[in-house]
Each structure stands twice: as C-alpha cells, then as structure tokens.
C-alpha cells in the first residue's frame, strides 16, 4: 500500500509556493503521493483560492519523487484541450510523476452554476466522459480527430508527449452510484465517496467486485481509500488499515484539510486547526507495514 496527503487548494493552502513547501516536506518525511483539490468557488465564505496547475508546476519544481495530482479536477467545466497542455507540461517536468484525477465535481453549483454552466449532472457525465477521450486521445502526440455531442475537433496532433506513456487517470464516484464506477473499470484507479458516512472495508469489497465485473483491462487498478489515522501509534494504525489493505485498497491518503480534525464546513478556518494539517505531514506516513 502507498499513502498519500490530500489537501486543499485554497485558504490557508492558497499560495502555491506554499503548497510547494508543503509537498517538499512531504517527500522528505516518506509520503508516496501529494494531491490536492480543483475548485473555483467552494462556499460562500469566498475563500481565497490558487489555480491547481500553477500549484502543481510549483510543486514539481521543489520536489523529486513524489507522485502529484489534481484529486479530483472536474472535468466537464474544462476545456479538455487545454488541460491536457497543462497535464502534459507537468508530467513532463515532474519528469513523469503525474496521476490525473477526474470527476463531476461538487458542489455544483459553486462550481457550475455561479459561471452559467450546466448543473444537470447527465449532461456532466456525457461531458466527462468525452473529454476523458480527448484528453488521451491528444496526450498520445498520435493524429487525432474527436466527433462527440458536445466536443468536435478537426484531425491535429498534440507534441510533446508525456514522459509516461500513459498518464494515471484516477476516477472519483458516490457510491452505491453504479455509473461512476463502470466509468473507472475503464481507467487507472478509482476514488469512491460515500455522502452518508465512510466507506467500511465490506463496502470496498463490493466496489471493486463491481468495477472488475467491468475491467476489460490487463492492467494494473489503484484503489484509493483514506482518512485520519494516529502517526505515533503503528499498532493502531495497522489495526485500521490493514482491513483496507485486505479488501484490496492500494493507496491510503491522509486528509490535511481543517474539515477533518473536526471543523465545520461553514465555519471559518483557525490558524491552531491549519496547524494540525502541518503537523501530520511532517509526521510522515504511518511506519507499518501493511499486506
């Protein structure tokens, strides 16, 4: 298994130098991964925000060997040409360390409908999963035209090419929601969601039994689970996770947003909750080893 932080991209974590600085700790204290969120608008305590592609090129540039991303971007309120420039400009700098998460994104009206763009989540999904066709279509530097319901692109090609002949593409999801899913058994890694509560191991189980029952693929499928496990405590740590493991999650990330050590989603950010973030991430990743 692999842990990862997740962060947000916004208040406290506006700056992308800040995020940079962040992500070089991360590397240093032994994280496999460093992702952070995608939105424009969130709330409407309108908090200050940074554009994840600019975060990320900083980031790229202050770390080595980390994987970085986008978890999640949502992609039907992108034009997919432009992000597979900025998709293909970071991997090639982080010298091919790139994963891409992708979803619908929420909440959407905040993300769609303040900008007078489609909230009708049918067309999002139809949106989504054209321009998941574009987006590899354009990164393979191959020739490529697109004829869809809502994207046309005339024949071109798009040079360069990443440094990874396949750039990871994660797929975010509400289960028990089954079209999400179908979605990721055609792609790289899965990142499940569940509105009423965590998701336990069993219902692992169930999910990923549901995406190979549509995996036509060969290749290898990240499952990435989370939450907040104690960094001093390997026992502990091993107890909560290893059911994880067990029911087939790969990657394991570790929240650093205040949202999870207990603040509200309508109150304002803390400098003293901000800090609990940091401090897990120096903490390093759980010291256990996990099957």
Sequence with gaps: ??????????????????????????????WD??????????????????DPWVALTAIAMKTEQIKIGPLVTPLPRRRPWKLAREMVSVDR?????????????APARWEYGFFGETVDQKVQAEMLDEGLQILVG???GEPFSFQGNHYQLEEMRFL???VQKKIPIWVAGGWPNRRPFRRAARWDG????KHDGPLTPDAWREILAYIHQHRTSSEPFEAIGGGI???????????IIQPFADAGVTWWLESASPY??????????????????????RQGPPRISVS
């Design 1 to 30: 298994m692999k842990f990862g932080v997740s962060i947000p991209n916004f208040e406290h974590f506006c700056d992308a130098a800040v995020l940079a600085d962040m992500a070089q700790e991360a590397e240093t204290a032994g």
């Design 33 to 50: 991964g460093f992702f952070i969120w995608d939105h424009i608008l969130f709330d409407d305590l309108w908090h200050p925000m940074v």
């Design 93 to 105: 700098l982080s010298n091919g360390r790139l994963i891409m998460g992708v979803g619908l994104g």
């Design 138 to 140: 354009l990164c393979s």
């Design 160 to 162: 360069p090419t990443p």
């Design 190 to 193: 899965v990142v499940p969601q």
């Design 229 to 239: 496990i104690p960094a001093n405590d390997p026992e502990q740590a091993a107890e």
């Design 260 to 281: 999870d050590f207990g603040l509200e989603w309508d109150q304002p950010w803390t400098p003293d909750i901000v800090e609990r973030g940091y401090e897990r991430i």
